[in-house]
């Protein structure tokens, strides 16, 4: 323990800064990786990369087997995938990952079309998204006058009227249908809808978008624009988006992530208690062979594209035991993750992130990696990563809430409220200044309430087992217009989802901005008829805003187990509270939340998180 007081709490300010985060959720795949090891799981990595270069120099255009990345909870599959990424990436191929929703086909080529769209949005390491170099290669095919360089594509296209863009746009599918007639008659609605996709204009981006969510679009719109105004099907449309993917030389990965989850969902359902541990191997059954089969769909309608897929041993193998084909079909290349067994690597991996917490702060410790000293890494050596920075967690929230910078041990300091906090949170709780989250036009000020929101359920429920973690995530979103405020909460056991709970905010009152944010949160969510472990709860403050294609589709969402809340204005306060509360006592406020449970105190929210917390039997 450090007795210097000045020191001490020097000492605690950077251990704040430490990010032991352990759990990668796929949509921080595609950012840059933070804290690199390139020493975790070297040889996978190499054998990864050599797939990947071999494959983009390829002719082949059929799609080869799909390679399983296989290991335990914990061991980094999801973040392997991050280095699939950037490979993917430096070979000019496109890169997009994906969870399934269901075991329906349609719902998951649904979801797959979202992520894809999703991804392309997405800026690759060069700061350029995705989806301008999809648009480059399609313009390099034809002989159309077009800037030289993909730095330049953007401004050339929103640097001309509407009218004339869409004329330019029309020029180059009649180049294109001299090259691909037979394509090109099938998917040029989707060449104009990403085209649109890119422009500035507000109109275009909102018609383009809906086009994506195969939303039927307004007749004068789809004049407008030279869009079709019937919506094609999932498969056919991811079936387009895979194929331009390809041309030019292209290639693509998909990466599938999240199997585990589906497959016990669906085994049990509602009954099943969250905490609980993963089912034996037979006891998938059929889901396991709708899942093979849709995979087996999702390579067939797939052109020059890699397919890996991230699964636990178990559903692995279970997938394997109810496969109807050779495996060497389906499968190739198995990939499995063996825990770290190098205390060199051990303590590289907690290094790095302390030595960045504590230059940021000025800090200088008492020894290196302080204050986990050499056998703490020693004790590691055969864990999995996640085990290593759970670990590291526990102890640094033990300091902070016992403001005591103190050395690793295997036993618990004892949480200290400060009492600060509560005065502070009751004195909030008064505030009358509320009414602006009701109005739609504040609709992007939820996003940091509900984040926080998350942080202080995590908070409230860090007792839970060491194999159990409550994570929370948002989708990337278009980046081309504001995101929609929502979260997702997660129960995790061992890298399967057993529960979750998905907060949306709707507050538009205009028919088609209602419903084209319904539709995204229902196939984002992926809510279905029949699953009881997933929830969707829309936050919203008026009645929904009518017409046909909206009322059909809040049929939709309340078939599939959709709910509409409404926080009532003392709700809205401490949702406010809670915010600043975390923004104010970063370092104090976990203890105050694991004591005080505010989350639970909010009305519109009891059902819910009795229901997420598998309380409400």
């Known amino acids: 323990m450090l007795t210097d007081p000045q020191n001490n709490r020097l000492a605690l300010d950077a251990m704040c800064m430490i990010d032991f985060q352990s759990a990668t959720i796929p949509t921080e795949v595609m950012n840059k990786v933070r804290f690199e090891v390139p020493q975790i799981h070297a040889n996978v990595r190499n054998k990864l990369a050599k797939i990947i270069k071999e494959y983009s120099i390829s002719k082949v255009k059929a799609s080869p087997p799909i390679i399983p990345l296989i290991g335990q909870a914990g061991s980094g599959k999801t973040f392997l995938l991050s280095h699939l990424y950037a490979k993917t990436i430096e070979r000019n191929g496109f890169f997009i990952i994906s969870e399934l929703s269901s075991l329906i086909d349609e719902d998951n080529y649904l979801r797959l079309n979202e992520s894809v769209i999703n991804c392309l949005l997405n800026d690759d390491e060069n700061k350029l998204p995705q989806i301008l170099r999809l648009l480059f290669n399609i313009l390099s095919m034809t002989n159309f006058n077009h800037p030289p360089s993909l730095t330049m594509l953007y401004d050339w296209i929103n640097g001309s009227p509407i009218s004339k863009y ?101 085994v049990r359902g509602d009954s099943l208690n969250p905490l609980e541990q993963l089912p034996e191997i ?40 109810y496969l109807k084909i050779p495996p060497e079909k389906l499968y190739d290349k198995i990939i499995t993750l063996e825990p770290i067994k190098d205390k060199d690597i051990v303590e590289r991996i907690v290094s790095v992130r302390i030595k960045t917490a504590y230059q940021e702060k000025g800090f200088v410790p008492p020894y290196e990696n302080y204050p986990f000293p050499p056998i703490f890494f020693s004790s590691m050596e055969g864990a999995f990563p ?47 200044n509320i009414d602006k989250y009701k109005a739609e036009e504040n609709e992007s000020l939820w996003q940091d309430l509900l984040i926080y929101l998350a942080q202080c359920l995590k908070h409230e429920e860090s007792n839970l087992p060491q194999n159990v973690e409550i994570v929370f995530k948002r989708d990337p979103g278009s980046k081309l217009k504001n995101p929609i405020a929502h979260v997702i909460m997660q129960y995790l056991v061992n890298d399967v989802t057993r529960r979750t709970l998905s907060l949306w905010v709707i507050l538009h009152k205009d028919s088609r901005a209602f419903t084209s944010r319904l539709k995204k949160a229902v196939v984002s969510s992926g809510i279905s008829e029949g699953d009881k472990t997933k929830r969707l709860a829309i936050i919203r403050f008026t009645l929904p805003p009518k017409g046909k294609v909206t009322l059909e589709n809040i049929s939709d969402f309340m078939q599939k187990g959709g709910t509409t809340i409404c926080p009532t204005n003392k709700d809205l306060a401490a949702l406010k509270a809670i915010f600043t509360i975390g923004s104010e006592f970063p370092q104090t406020w976990p203890s105050w939340a694991k004591s005080t449970h505010p989350t639970n105190r909010l009305s519109f929210l009891i059902k819910q998180l009795a229901w997420f917390k598998g309380k409400d039997h």
């Not at 052109?303 to 279970?318: G, N, P």
């Not at 809430?401 to 009751?426: C, G, L, M, V």
């Open 166 to 266: 869409i004329g330019a746009v029309t020029k180059v599918l009649t180049n294109l249908e001299s090259i691909f007639p037979n394509e090109i008659s099938k998917y040029k609605d989707i060449i104009r809808a990403l085209f649109l996709l890119v422009l500035d204009d507000i109109d275009s981006k909102y018609a383009a978008n809906n086009w994506f969510q195969s939303l039927q679009i307004d007749e004068d719109i789809s004049k407008q624009f030279h869009l079709g105004q019937n919506t094609m099907a999932p498969k056919d449309l991811y079936m387009g988006l895979n194929w331009l993917m390809s041309l030019n030389n292209g290639f693509s990965l998909v990466a599938i992530d999240q199997l585990d989850a589906l497959m016990v969902n669906y």
């Open 282 to 321: 037979g006891y998938f059954g059929k889901n396991a062979e709708k899942i093979n089969n849709f995979l087996l769909s999702l390579r067939t309608n797939s052109q020059k594209t890699l397919i890996v897929i991230a699964a636990l041993s178990d559903a692995w193998e279970s997938l394997n035991h």
């Open 386 to 432: 996640r085990t290593i920075l759970r670990e590291c967690a526990r102890h640094i929230s033990n300091c902070i809430s016992s403001n005591k910078a103190i050395e690793w041990t295997s036993n618990d300091a004892i949480d200290i409220i400060d009492p600060q906090i509560s005065e502070r949170y009751d004195q909030l709780l008064l505030d009358e």
